[in-house]
């Protein structure tokens, strides 16, 4: 299958999920996610009509950035994987948004290289595998005050990984609970964190997180394949 017919049939899957549940398909972003790819295949899907690009790793985002910004001005950035704290300074203000804030410390040391306000997403791990990166429910509670006082930080609201090959009633509780908290929080209506925002949904489950609410779906080999 060609790219074009590729990105095709993931928007199409978008609009269907959508549709299904009464949403408007531009609630959803989708973010393709260009790791597996250089980047010349990444603006074959610009071409296709891709807006959203991803990489999860930093190298990578420049290498992509680099390649495509120039003629390119309509893409919207997201660094999706974990970051490194010295690395931050390299990429942080190039990105339009960071899905992985997941320590107090990432979050100062984005504050301290900030030249602008950056959108970041708190990374949350709901399904408590020891494996995976981001804030439990209670370390969250804990890390709130100082996430305030991060004031080059905007926090749009909760990225989620769901484990990998989790049935699709793990899934849905997972997905279900970090929406509640997303709205529990956003309601406390705390000044840097509007919180309105939702990032879960991989290649295996996007379908499954749109109905759930997600608002950006963060999509690779589905794309690829
Ligand atoms: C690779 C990656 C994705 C996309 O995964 P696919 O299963 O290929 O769709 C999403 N989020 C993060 C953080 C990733 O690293």
Known sequence: MTIKSQTDKVFGVVNHACHKIGRSPE???????????????ASQLVEAGVRHIGENRVDQFLEKYEALKANDNELTWHLIGSLQRRKVKDVINLVDYFHALDSIKLAQEIQKRAQHKIKCFLQVNISGETTKHGFSIEELEDALPELEQCDHI????????????????TLVNIFRQTKLLQETLRDRRIK????TELSMGMSSDYQLAIQEGATFVRVGTAFFN
């Open 154 to 169: 905007e926090i749009v609201g909760l990225m989620t990984m769901a484990p990998f090959g989790a049935n699709e009633t």
């Open 192 to 195: 840097n964190m509007p919180m």
């Open 27 to 41: 609630s959803v972003s989708v973010i393709a996610v260009t790791k597996y790819v250089d980047h010349k295949v």
